[in-house]
T-cell receptor, first 112, second 110 residues
Framework: KAGVTQTPRYLIKTRGQQVTLSCSPI?????VSWYQQTPGQGLQFLFE???????NKGNFPGRFSGRQFSNSRSEMNVSTLELGDSALYLC???????????FGSGTQLSVL | SQQGEEDPQALSIQEGENATMNCSYK?????LQWYRQNSGRGLVHLIL?????REKHSGRLRVTLDTSKKSSSLLITASRAADTASYFC??????????FGQGTRLTINP
């Protein structure tokens, strides 16, 4: 069974640009969560989707958005990038609950 | 503020020794989970302990949970070089999200 796949693995953008990150969950998993990881703030919850519906959202500005498609694949978008958005963005999938998350390798975003 | 606080922030031990990491949290939980992260990679689920459980074992891992003190500990016995990683506790508070602690960086010296 393939694991959680995140693309791209690395991304370099400049301030003001926007970016879209992609996540393909494990087959059969319907819940997809996104986390931002930085050295200063640690792992911060962004949002969680289940069957194309956002069930919860973290304390991030509206520039951060996401969606989930009918095949459970998910994307997150960050508009008007700021230097502070530089981070490792992790996607995780699970069956229905949050009892065991399977993480992808992440997308390392650098904003210059 | 973080739900989970981990102690110590960093731990360095000799191969073969036991490693103990602690996690404290603030609110009631459904379960508490431990994850491992190798440098710059995704997290790997290690073990889950439910709020009505006090101790759980998995291979060389032993987890305890004290809900009265809102704390948990992870013990890795007979450590190996491959155990070098960051370890995170994560609490499930029932809001369709996990809240992660800041992590403990464990280094196993040969």
């Amino acid at each position: 069974k393939a694991g959680v796949t995140q693309t791209p693995r690395y991304l370099i953008k400049t301030r003001g640009q926007q970016v879209t990150l992609s996540c393909s969950p494990i087959s059969g998993h319907r819940s997809v969560s996104w986390y931002q990881q930085t050295p200063g703030q640690g792992l911060q919850f962004l949002f969680e989707y289940f069957s194309e519906t956002q069930r919860n959202k973290g304390n991030f500005p509206g520039r951060f958005s996401g969606r989930q498609f009918s095949n459970s694949r998910s994307e997150m978008n960050v508009s008007t990038l700021e230097l502070g958005d530089s981070a490792l963005y992790l996607c995780a999938s699970s069956t229905t609950s949050q009892e065991k998350l399977f993480f992808g390798s992440g997308t390392q975003l650098s904003v210059l | 503020s973080q739900q989970g606080e981990e102690d110590p922030q960093a731990l360095s031990i000799q191969e073969g020794e036991n490693a103990t990491m602690n996690c404290s949290y603030k609110t009631s939980i459904n379960n508490l989970q431990w994850y491992r992260q190798n440098s710059g990679r995704g997290l790997v689920h290690l073990i889950l302990i439910r709020s009505n459980e006090r101790e759980k074992h998995s291979g060389r891992l032993r987890v305890t949970l004290d809900t009265s003190k809102k704390s948990s500990s992870l013990l890795i016995t007979a450590s190996r070089a491959a155990d070098t990683a960051s370890y995170f506790c994560a609490t499930d508070i029932g809001a369709q999200k996990l809240v992660f602690g800041q992590g403990t960086r464990l280094t196993i010296n040969p």
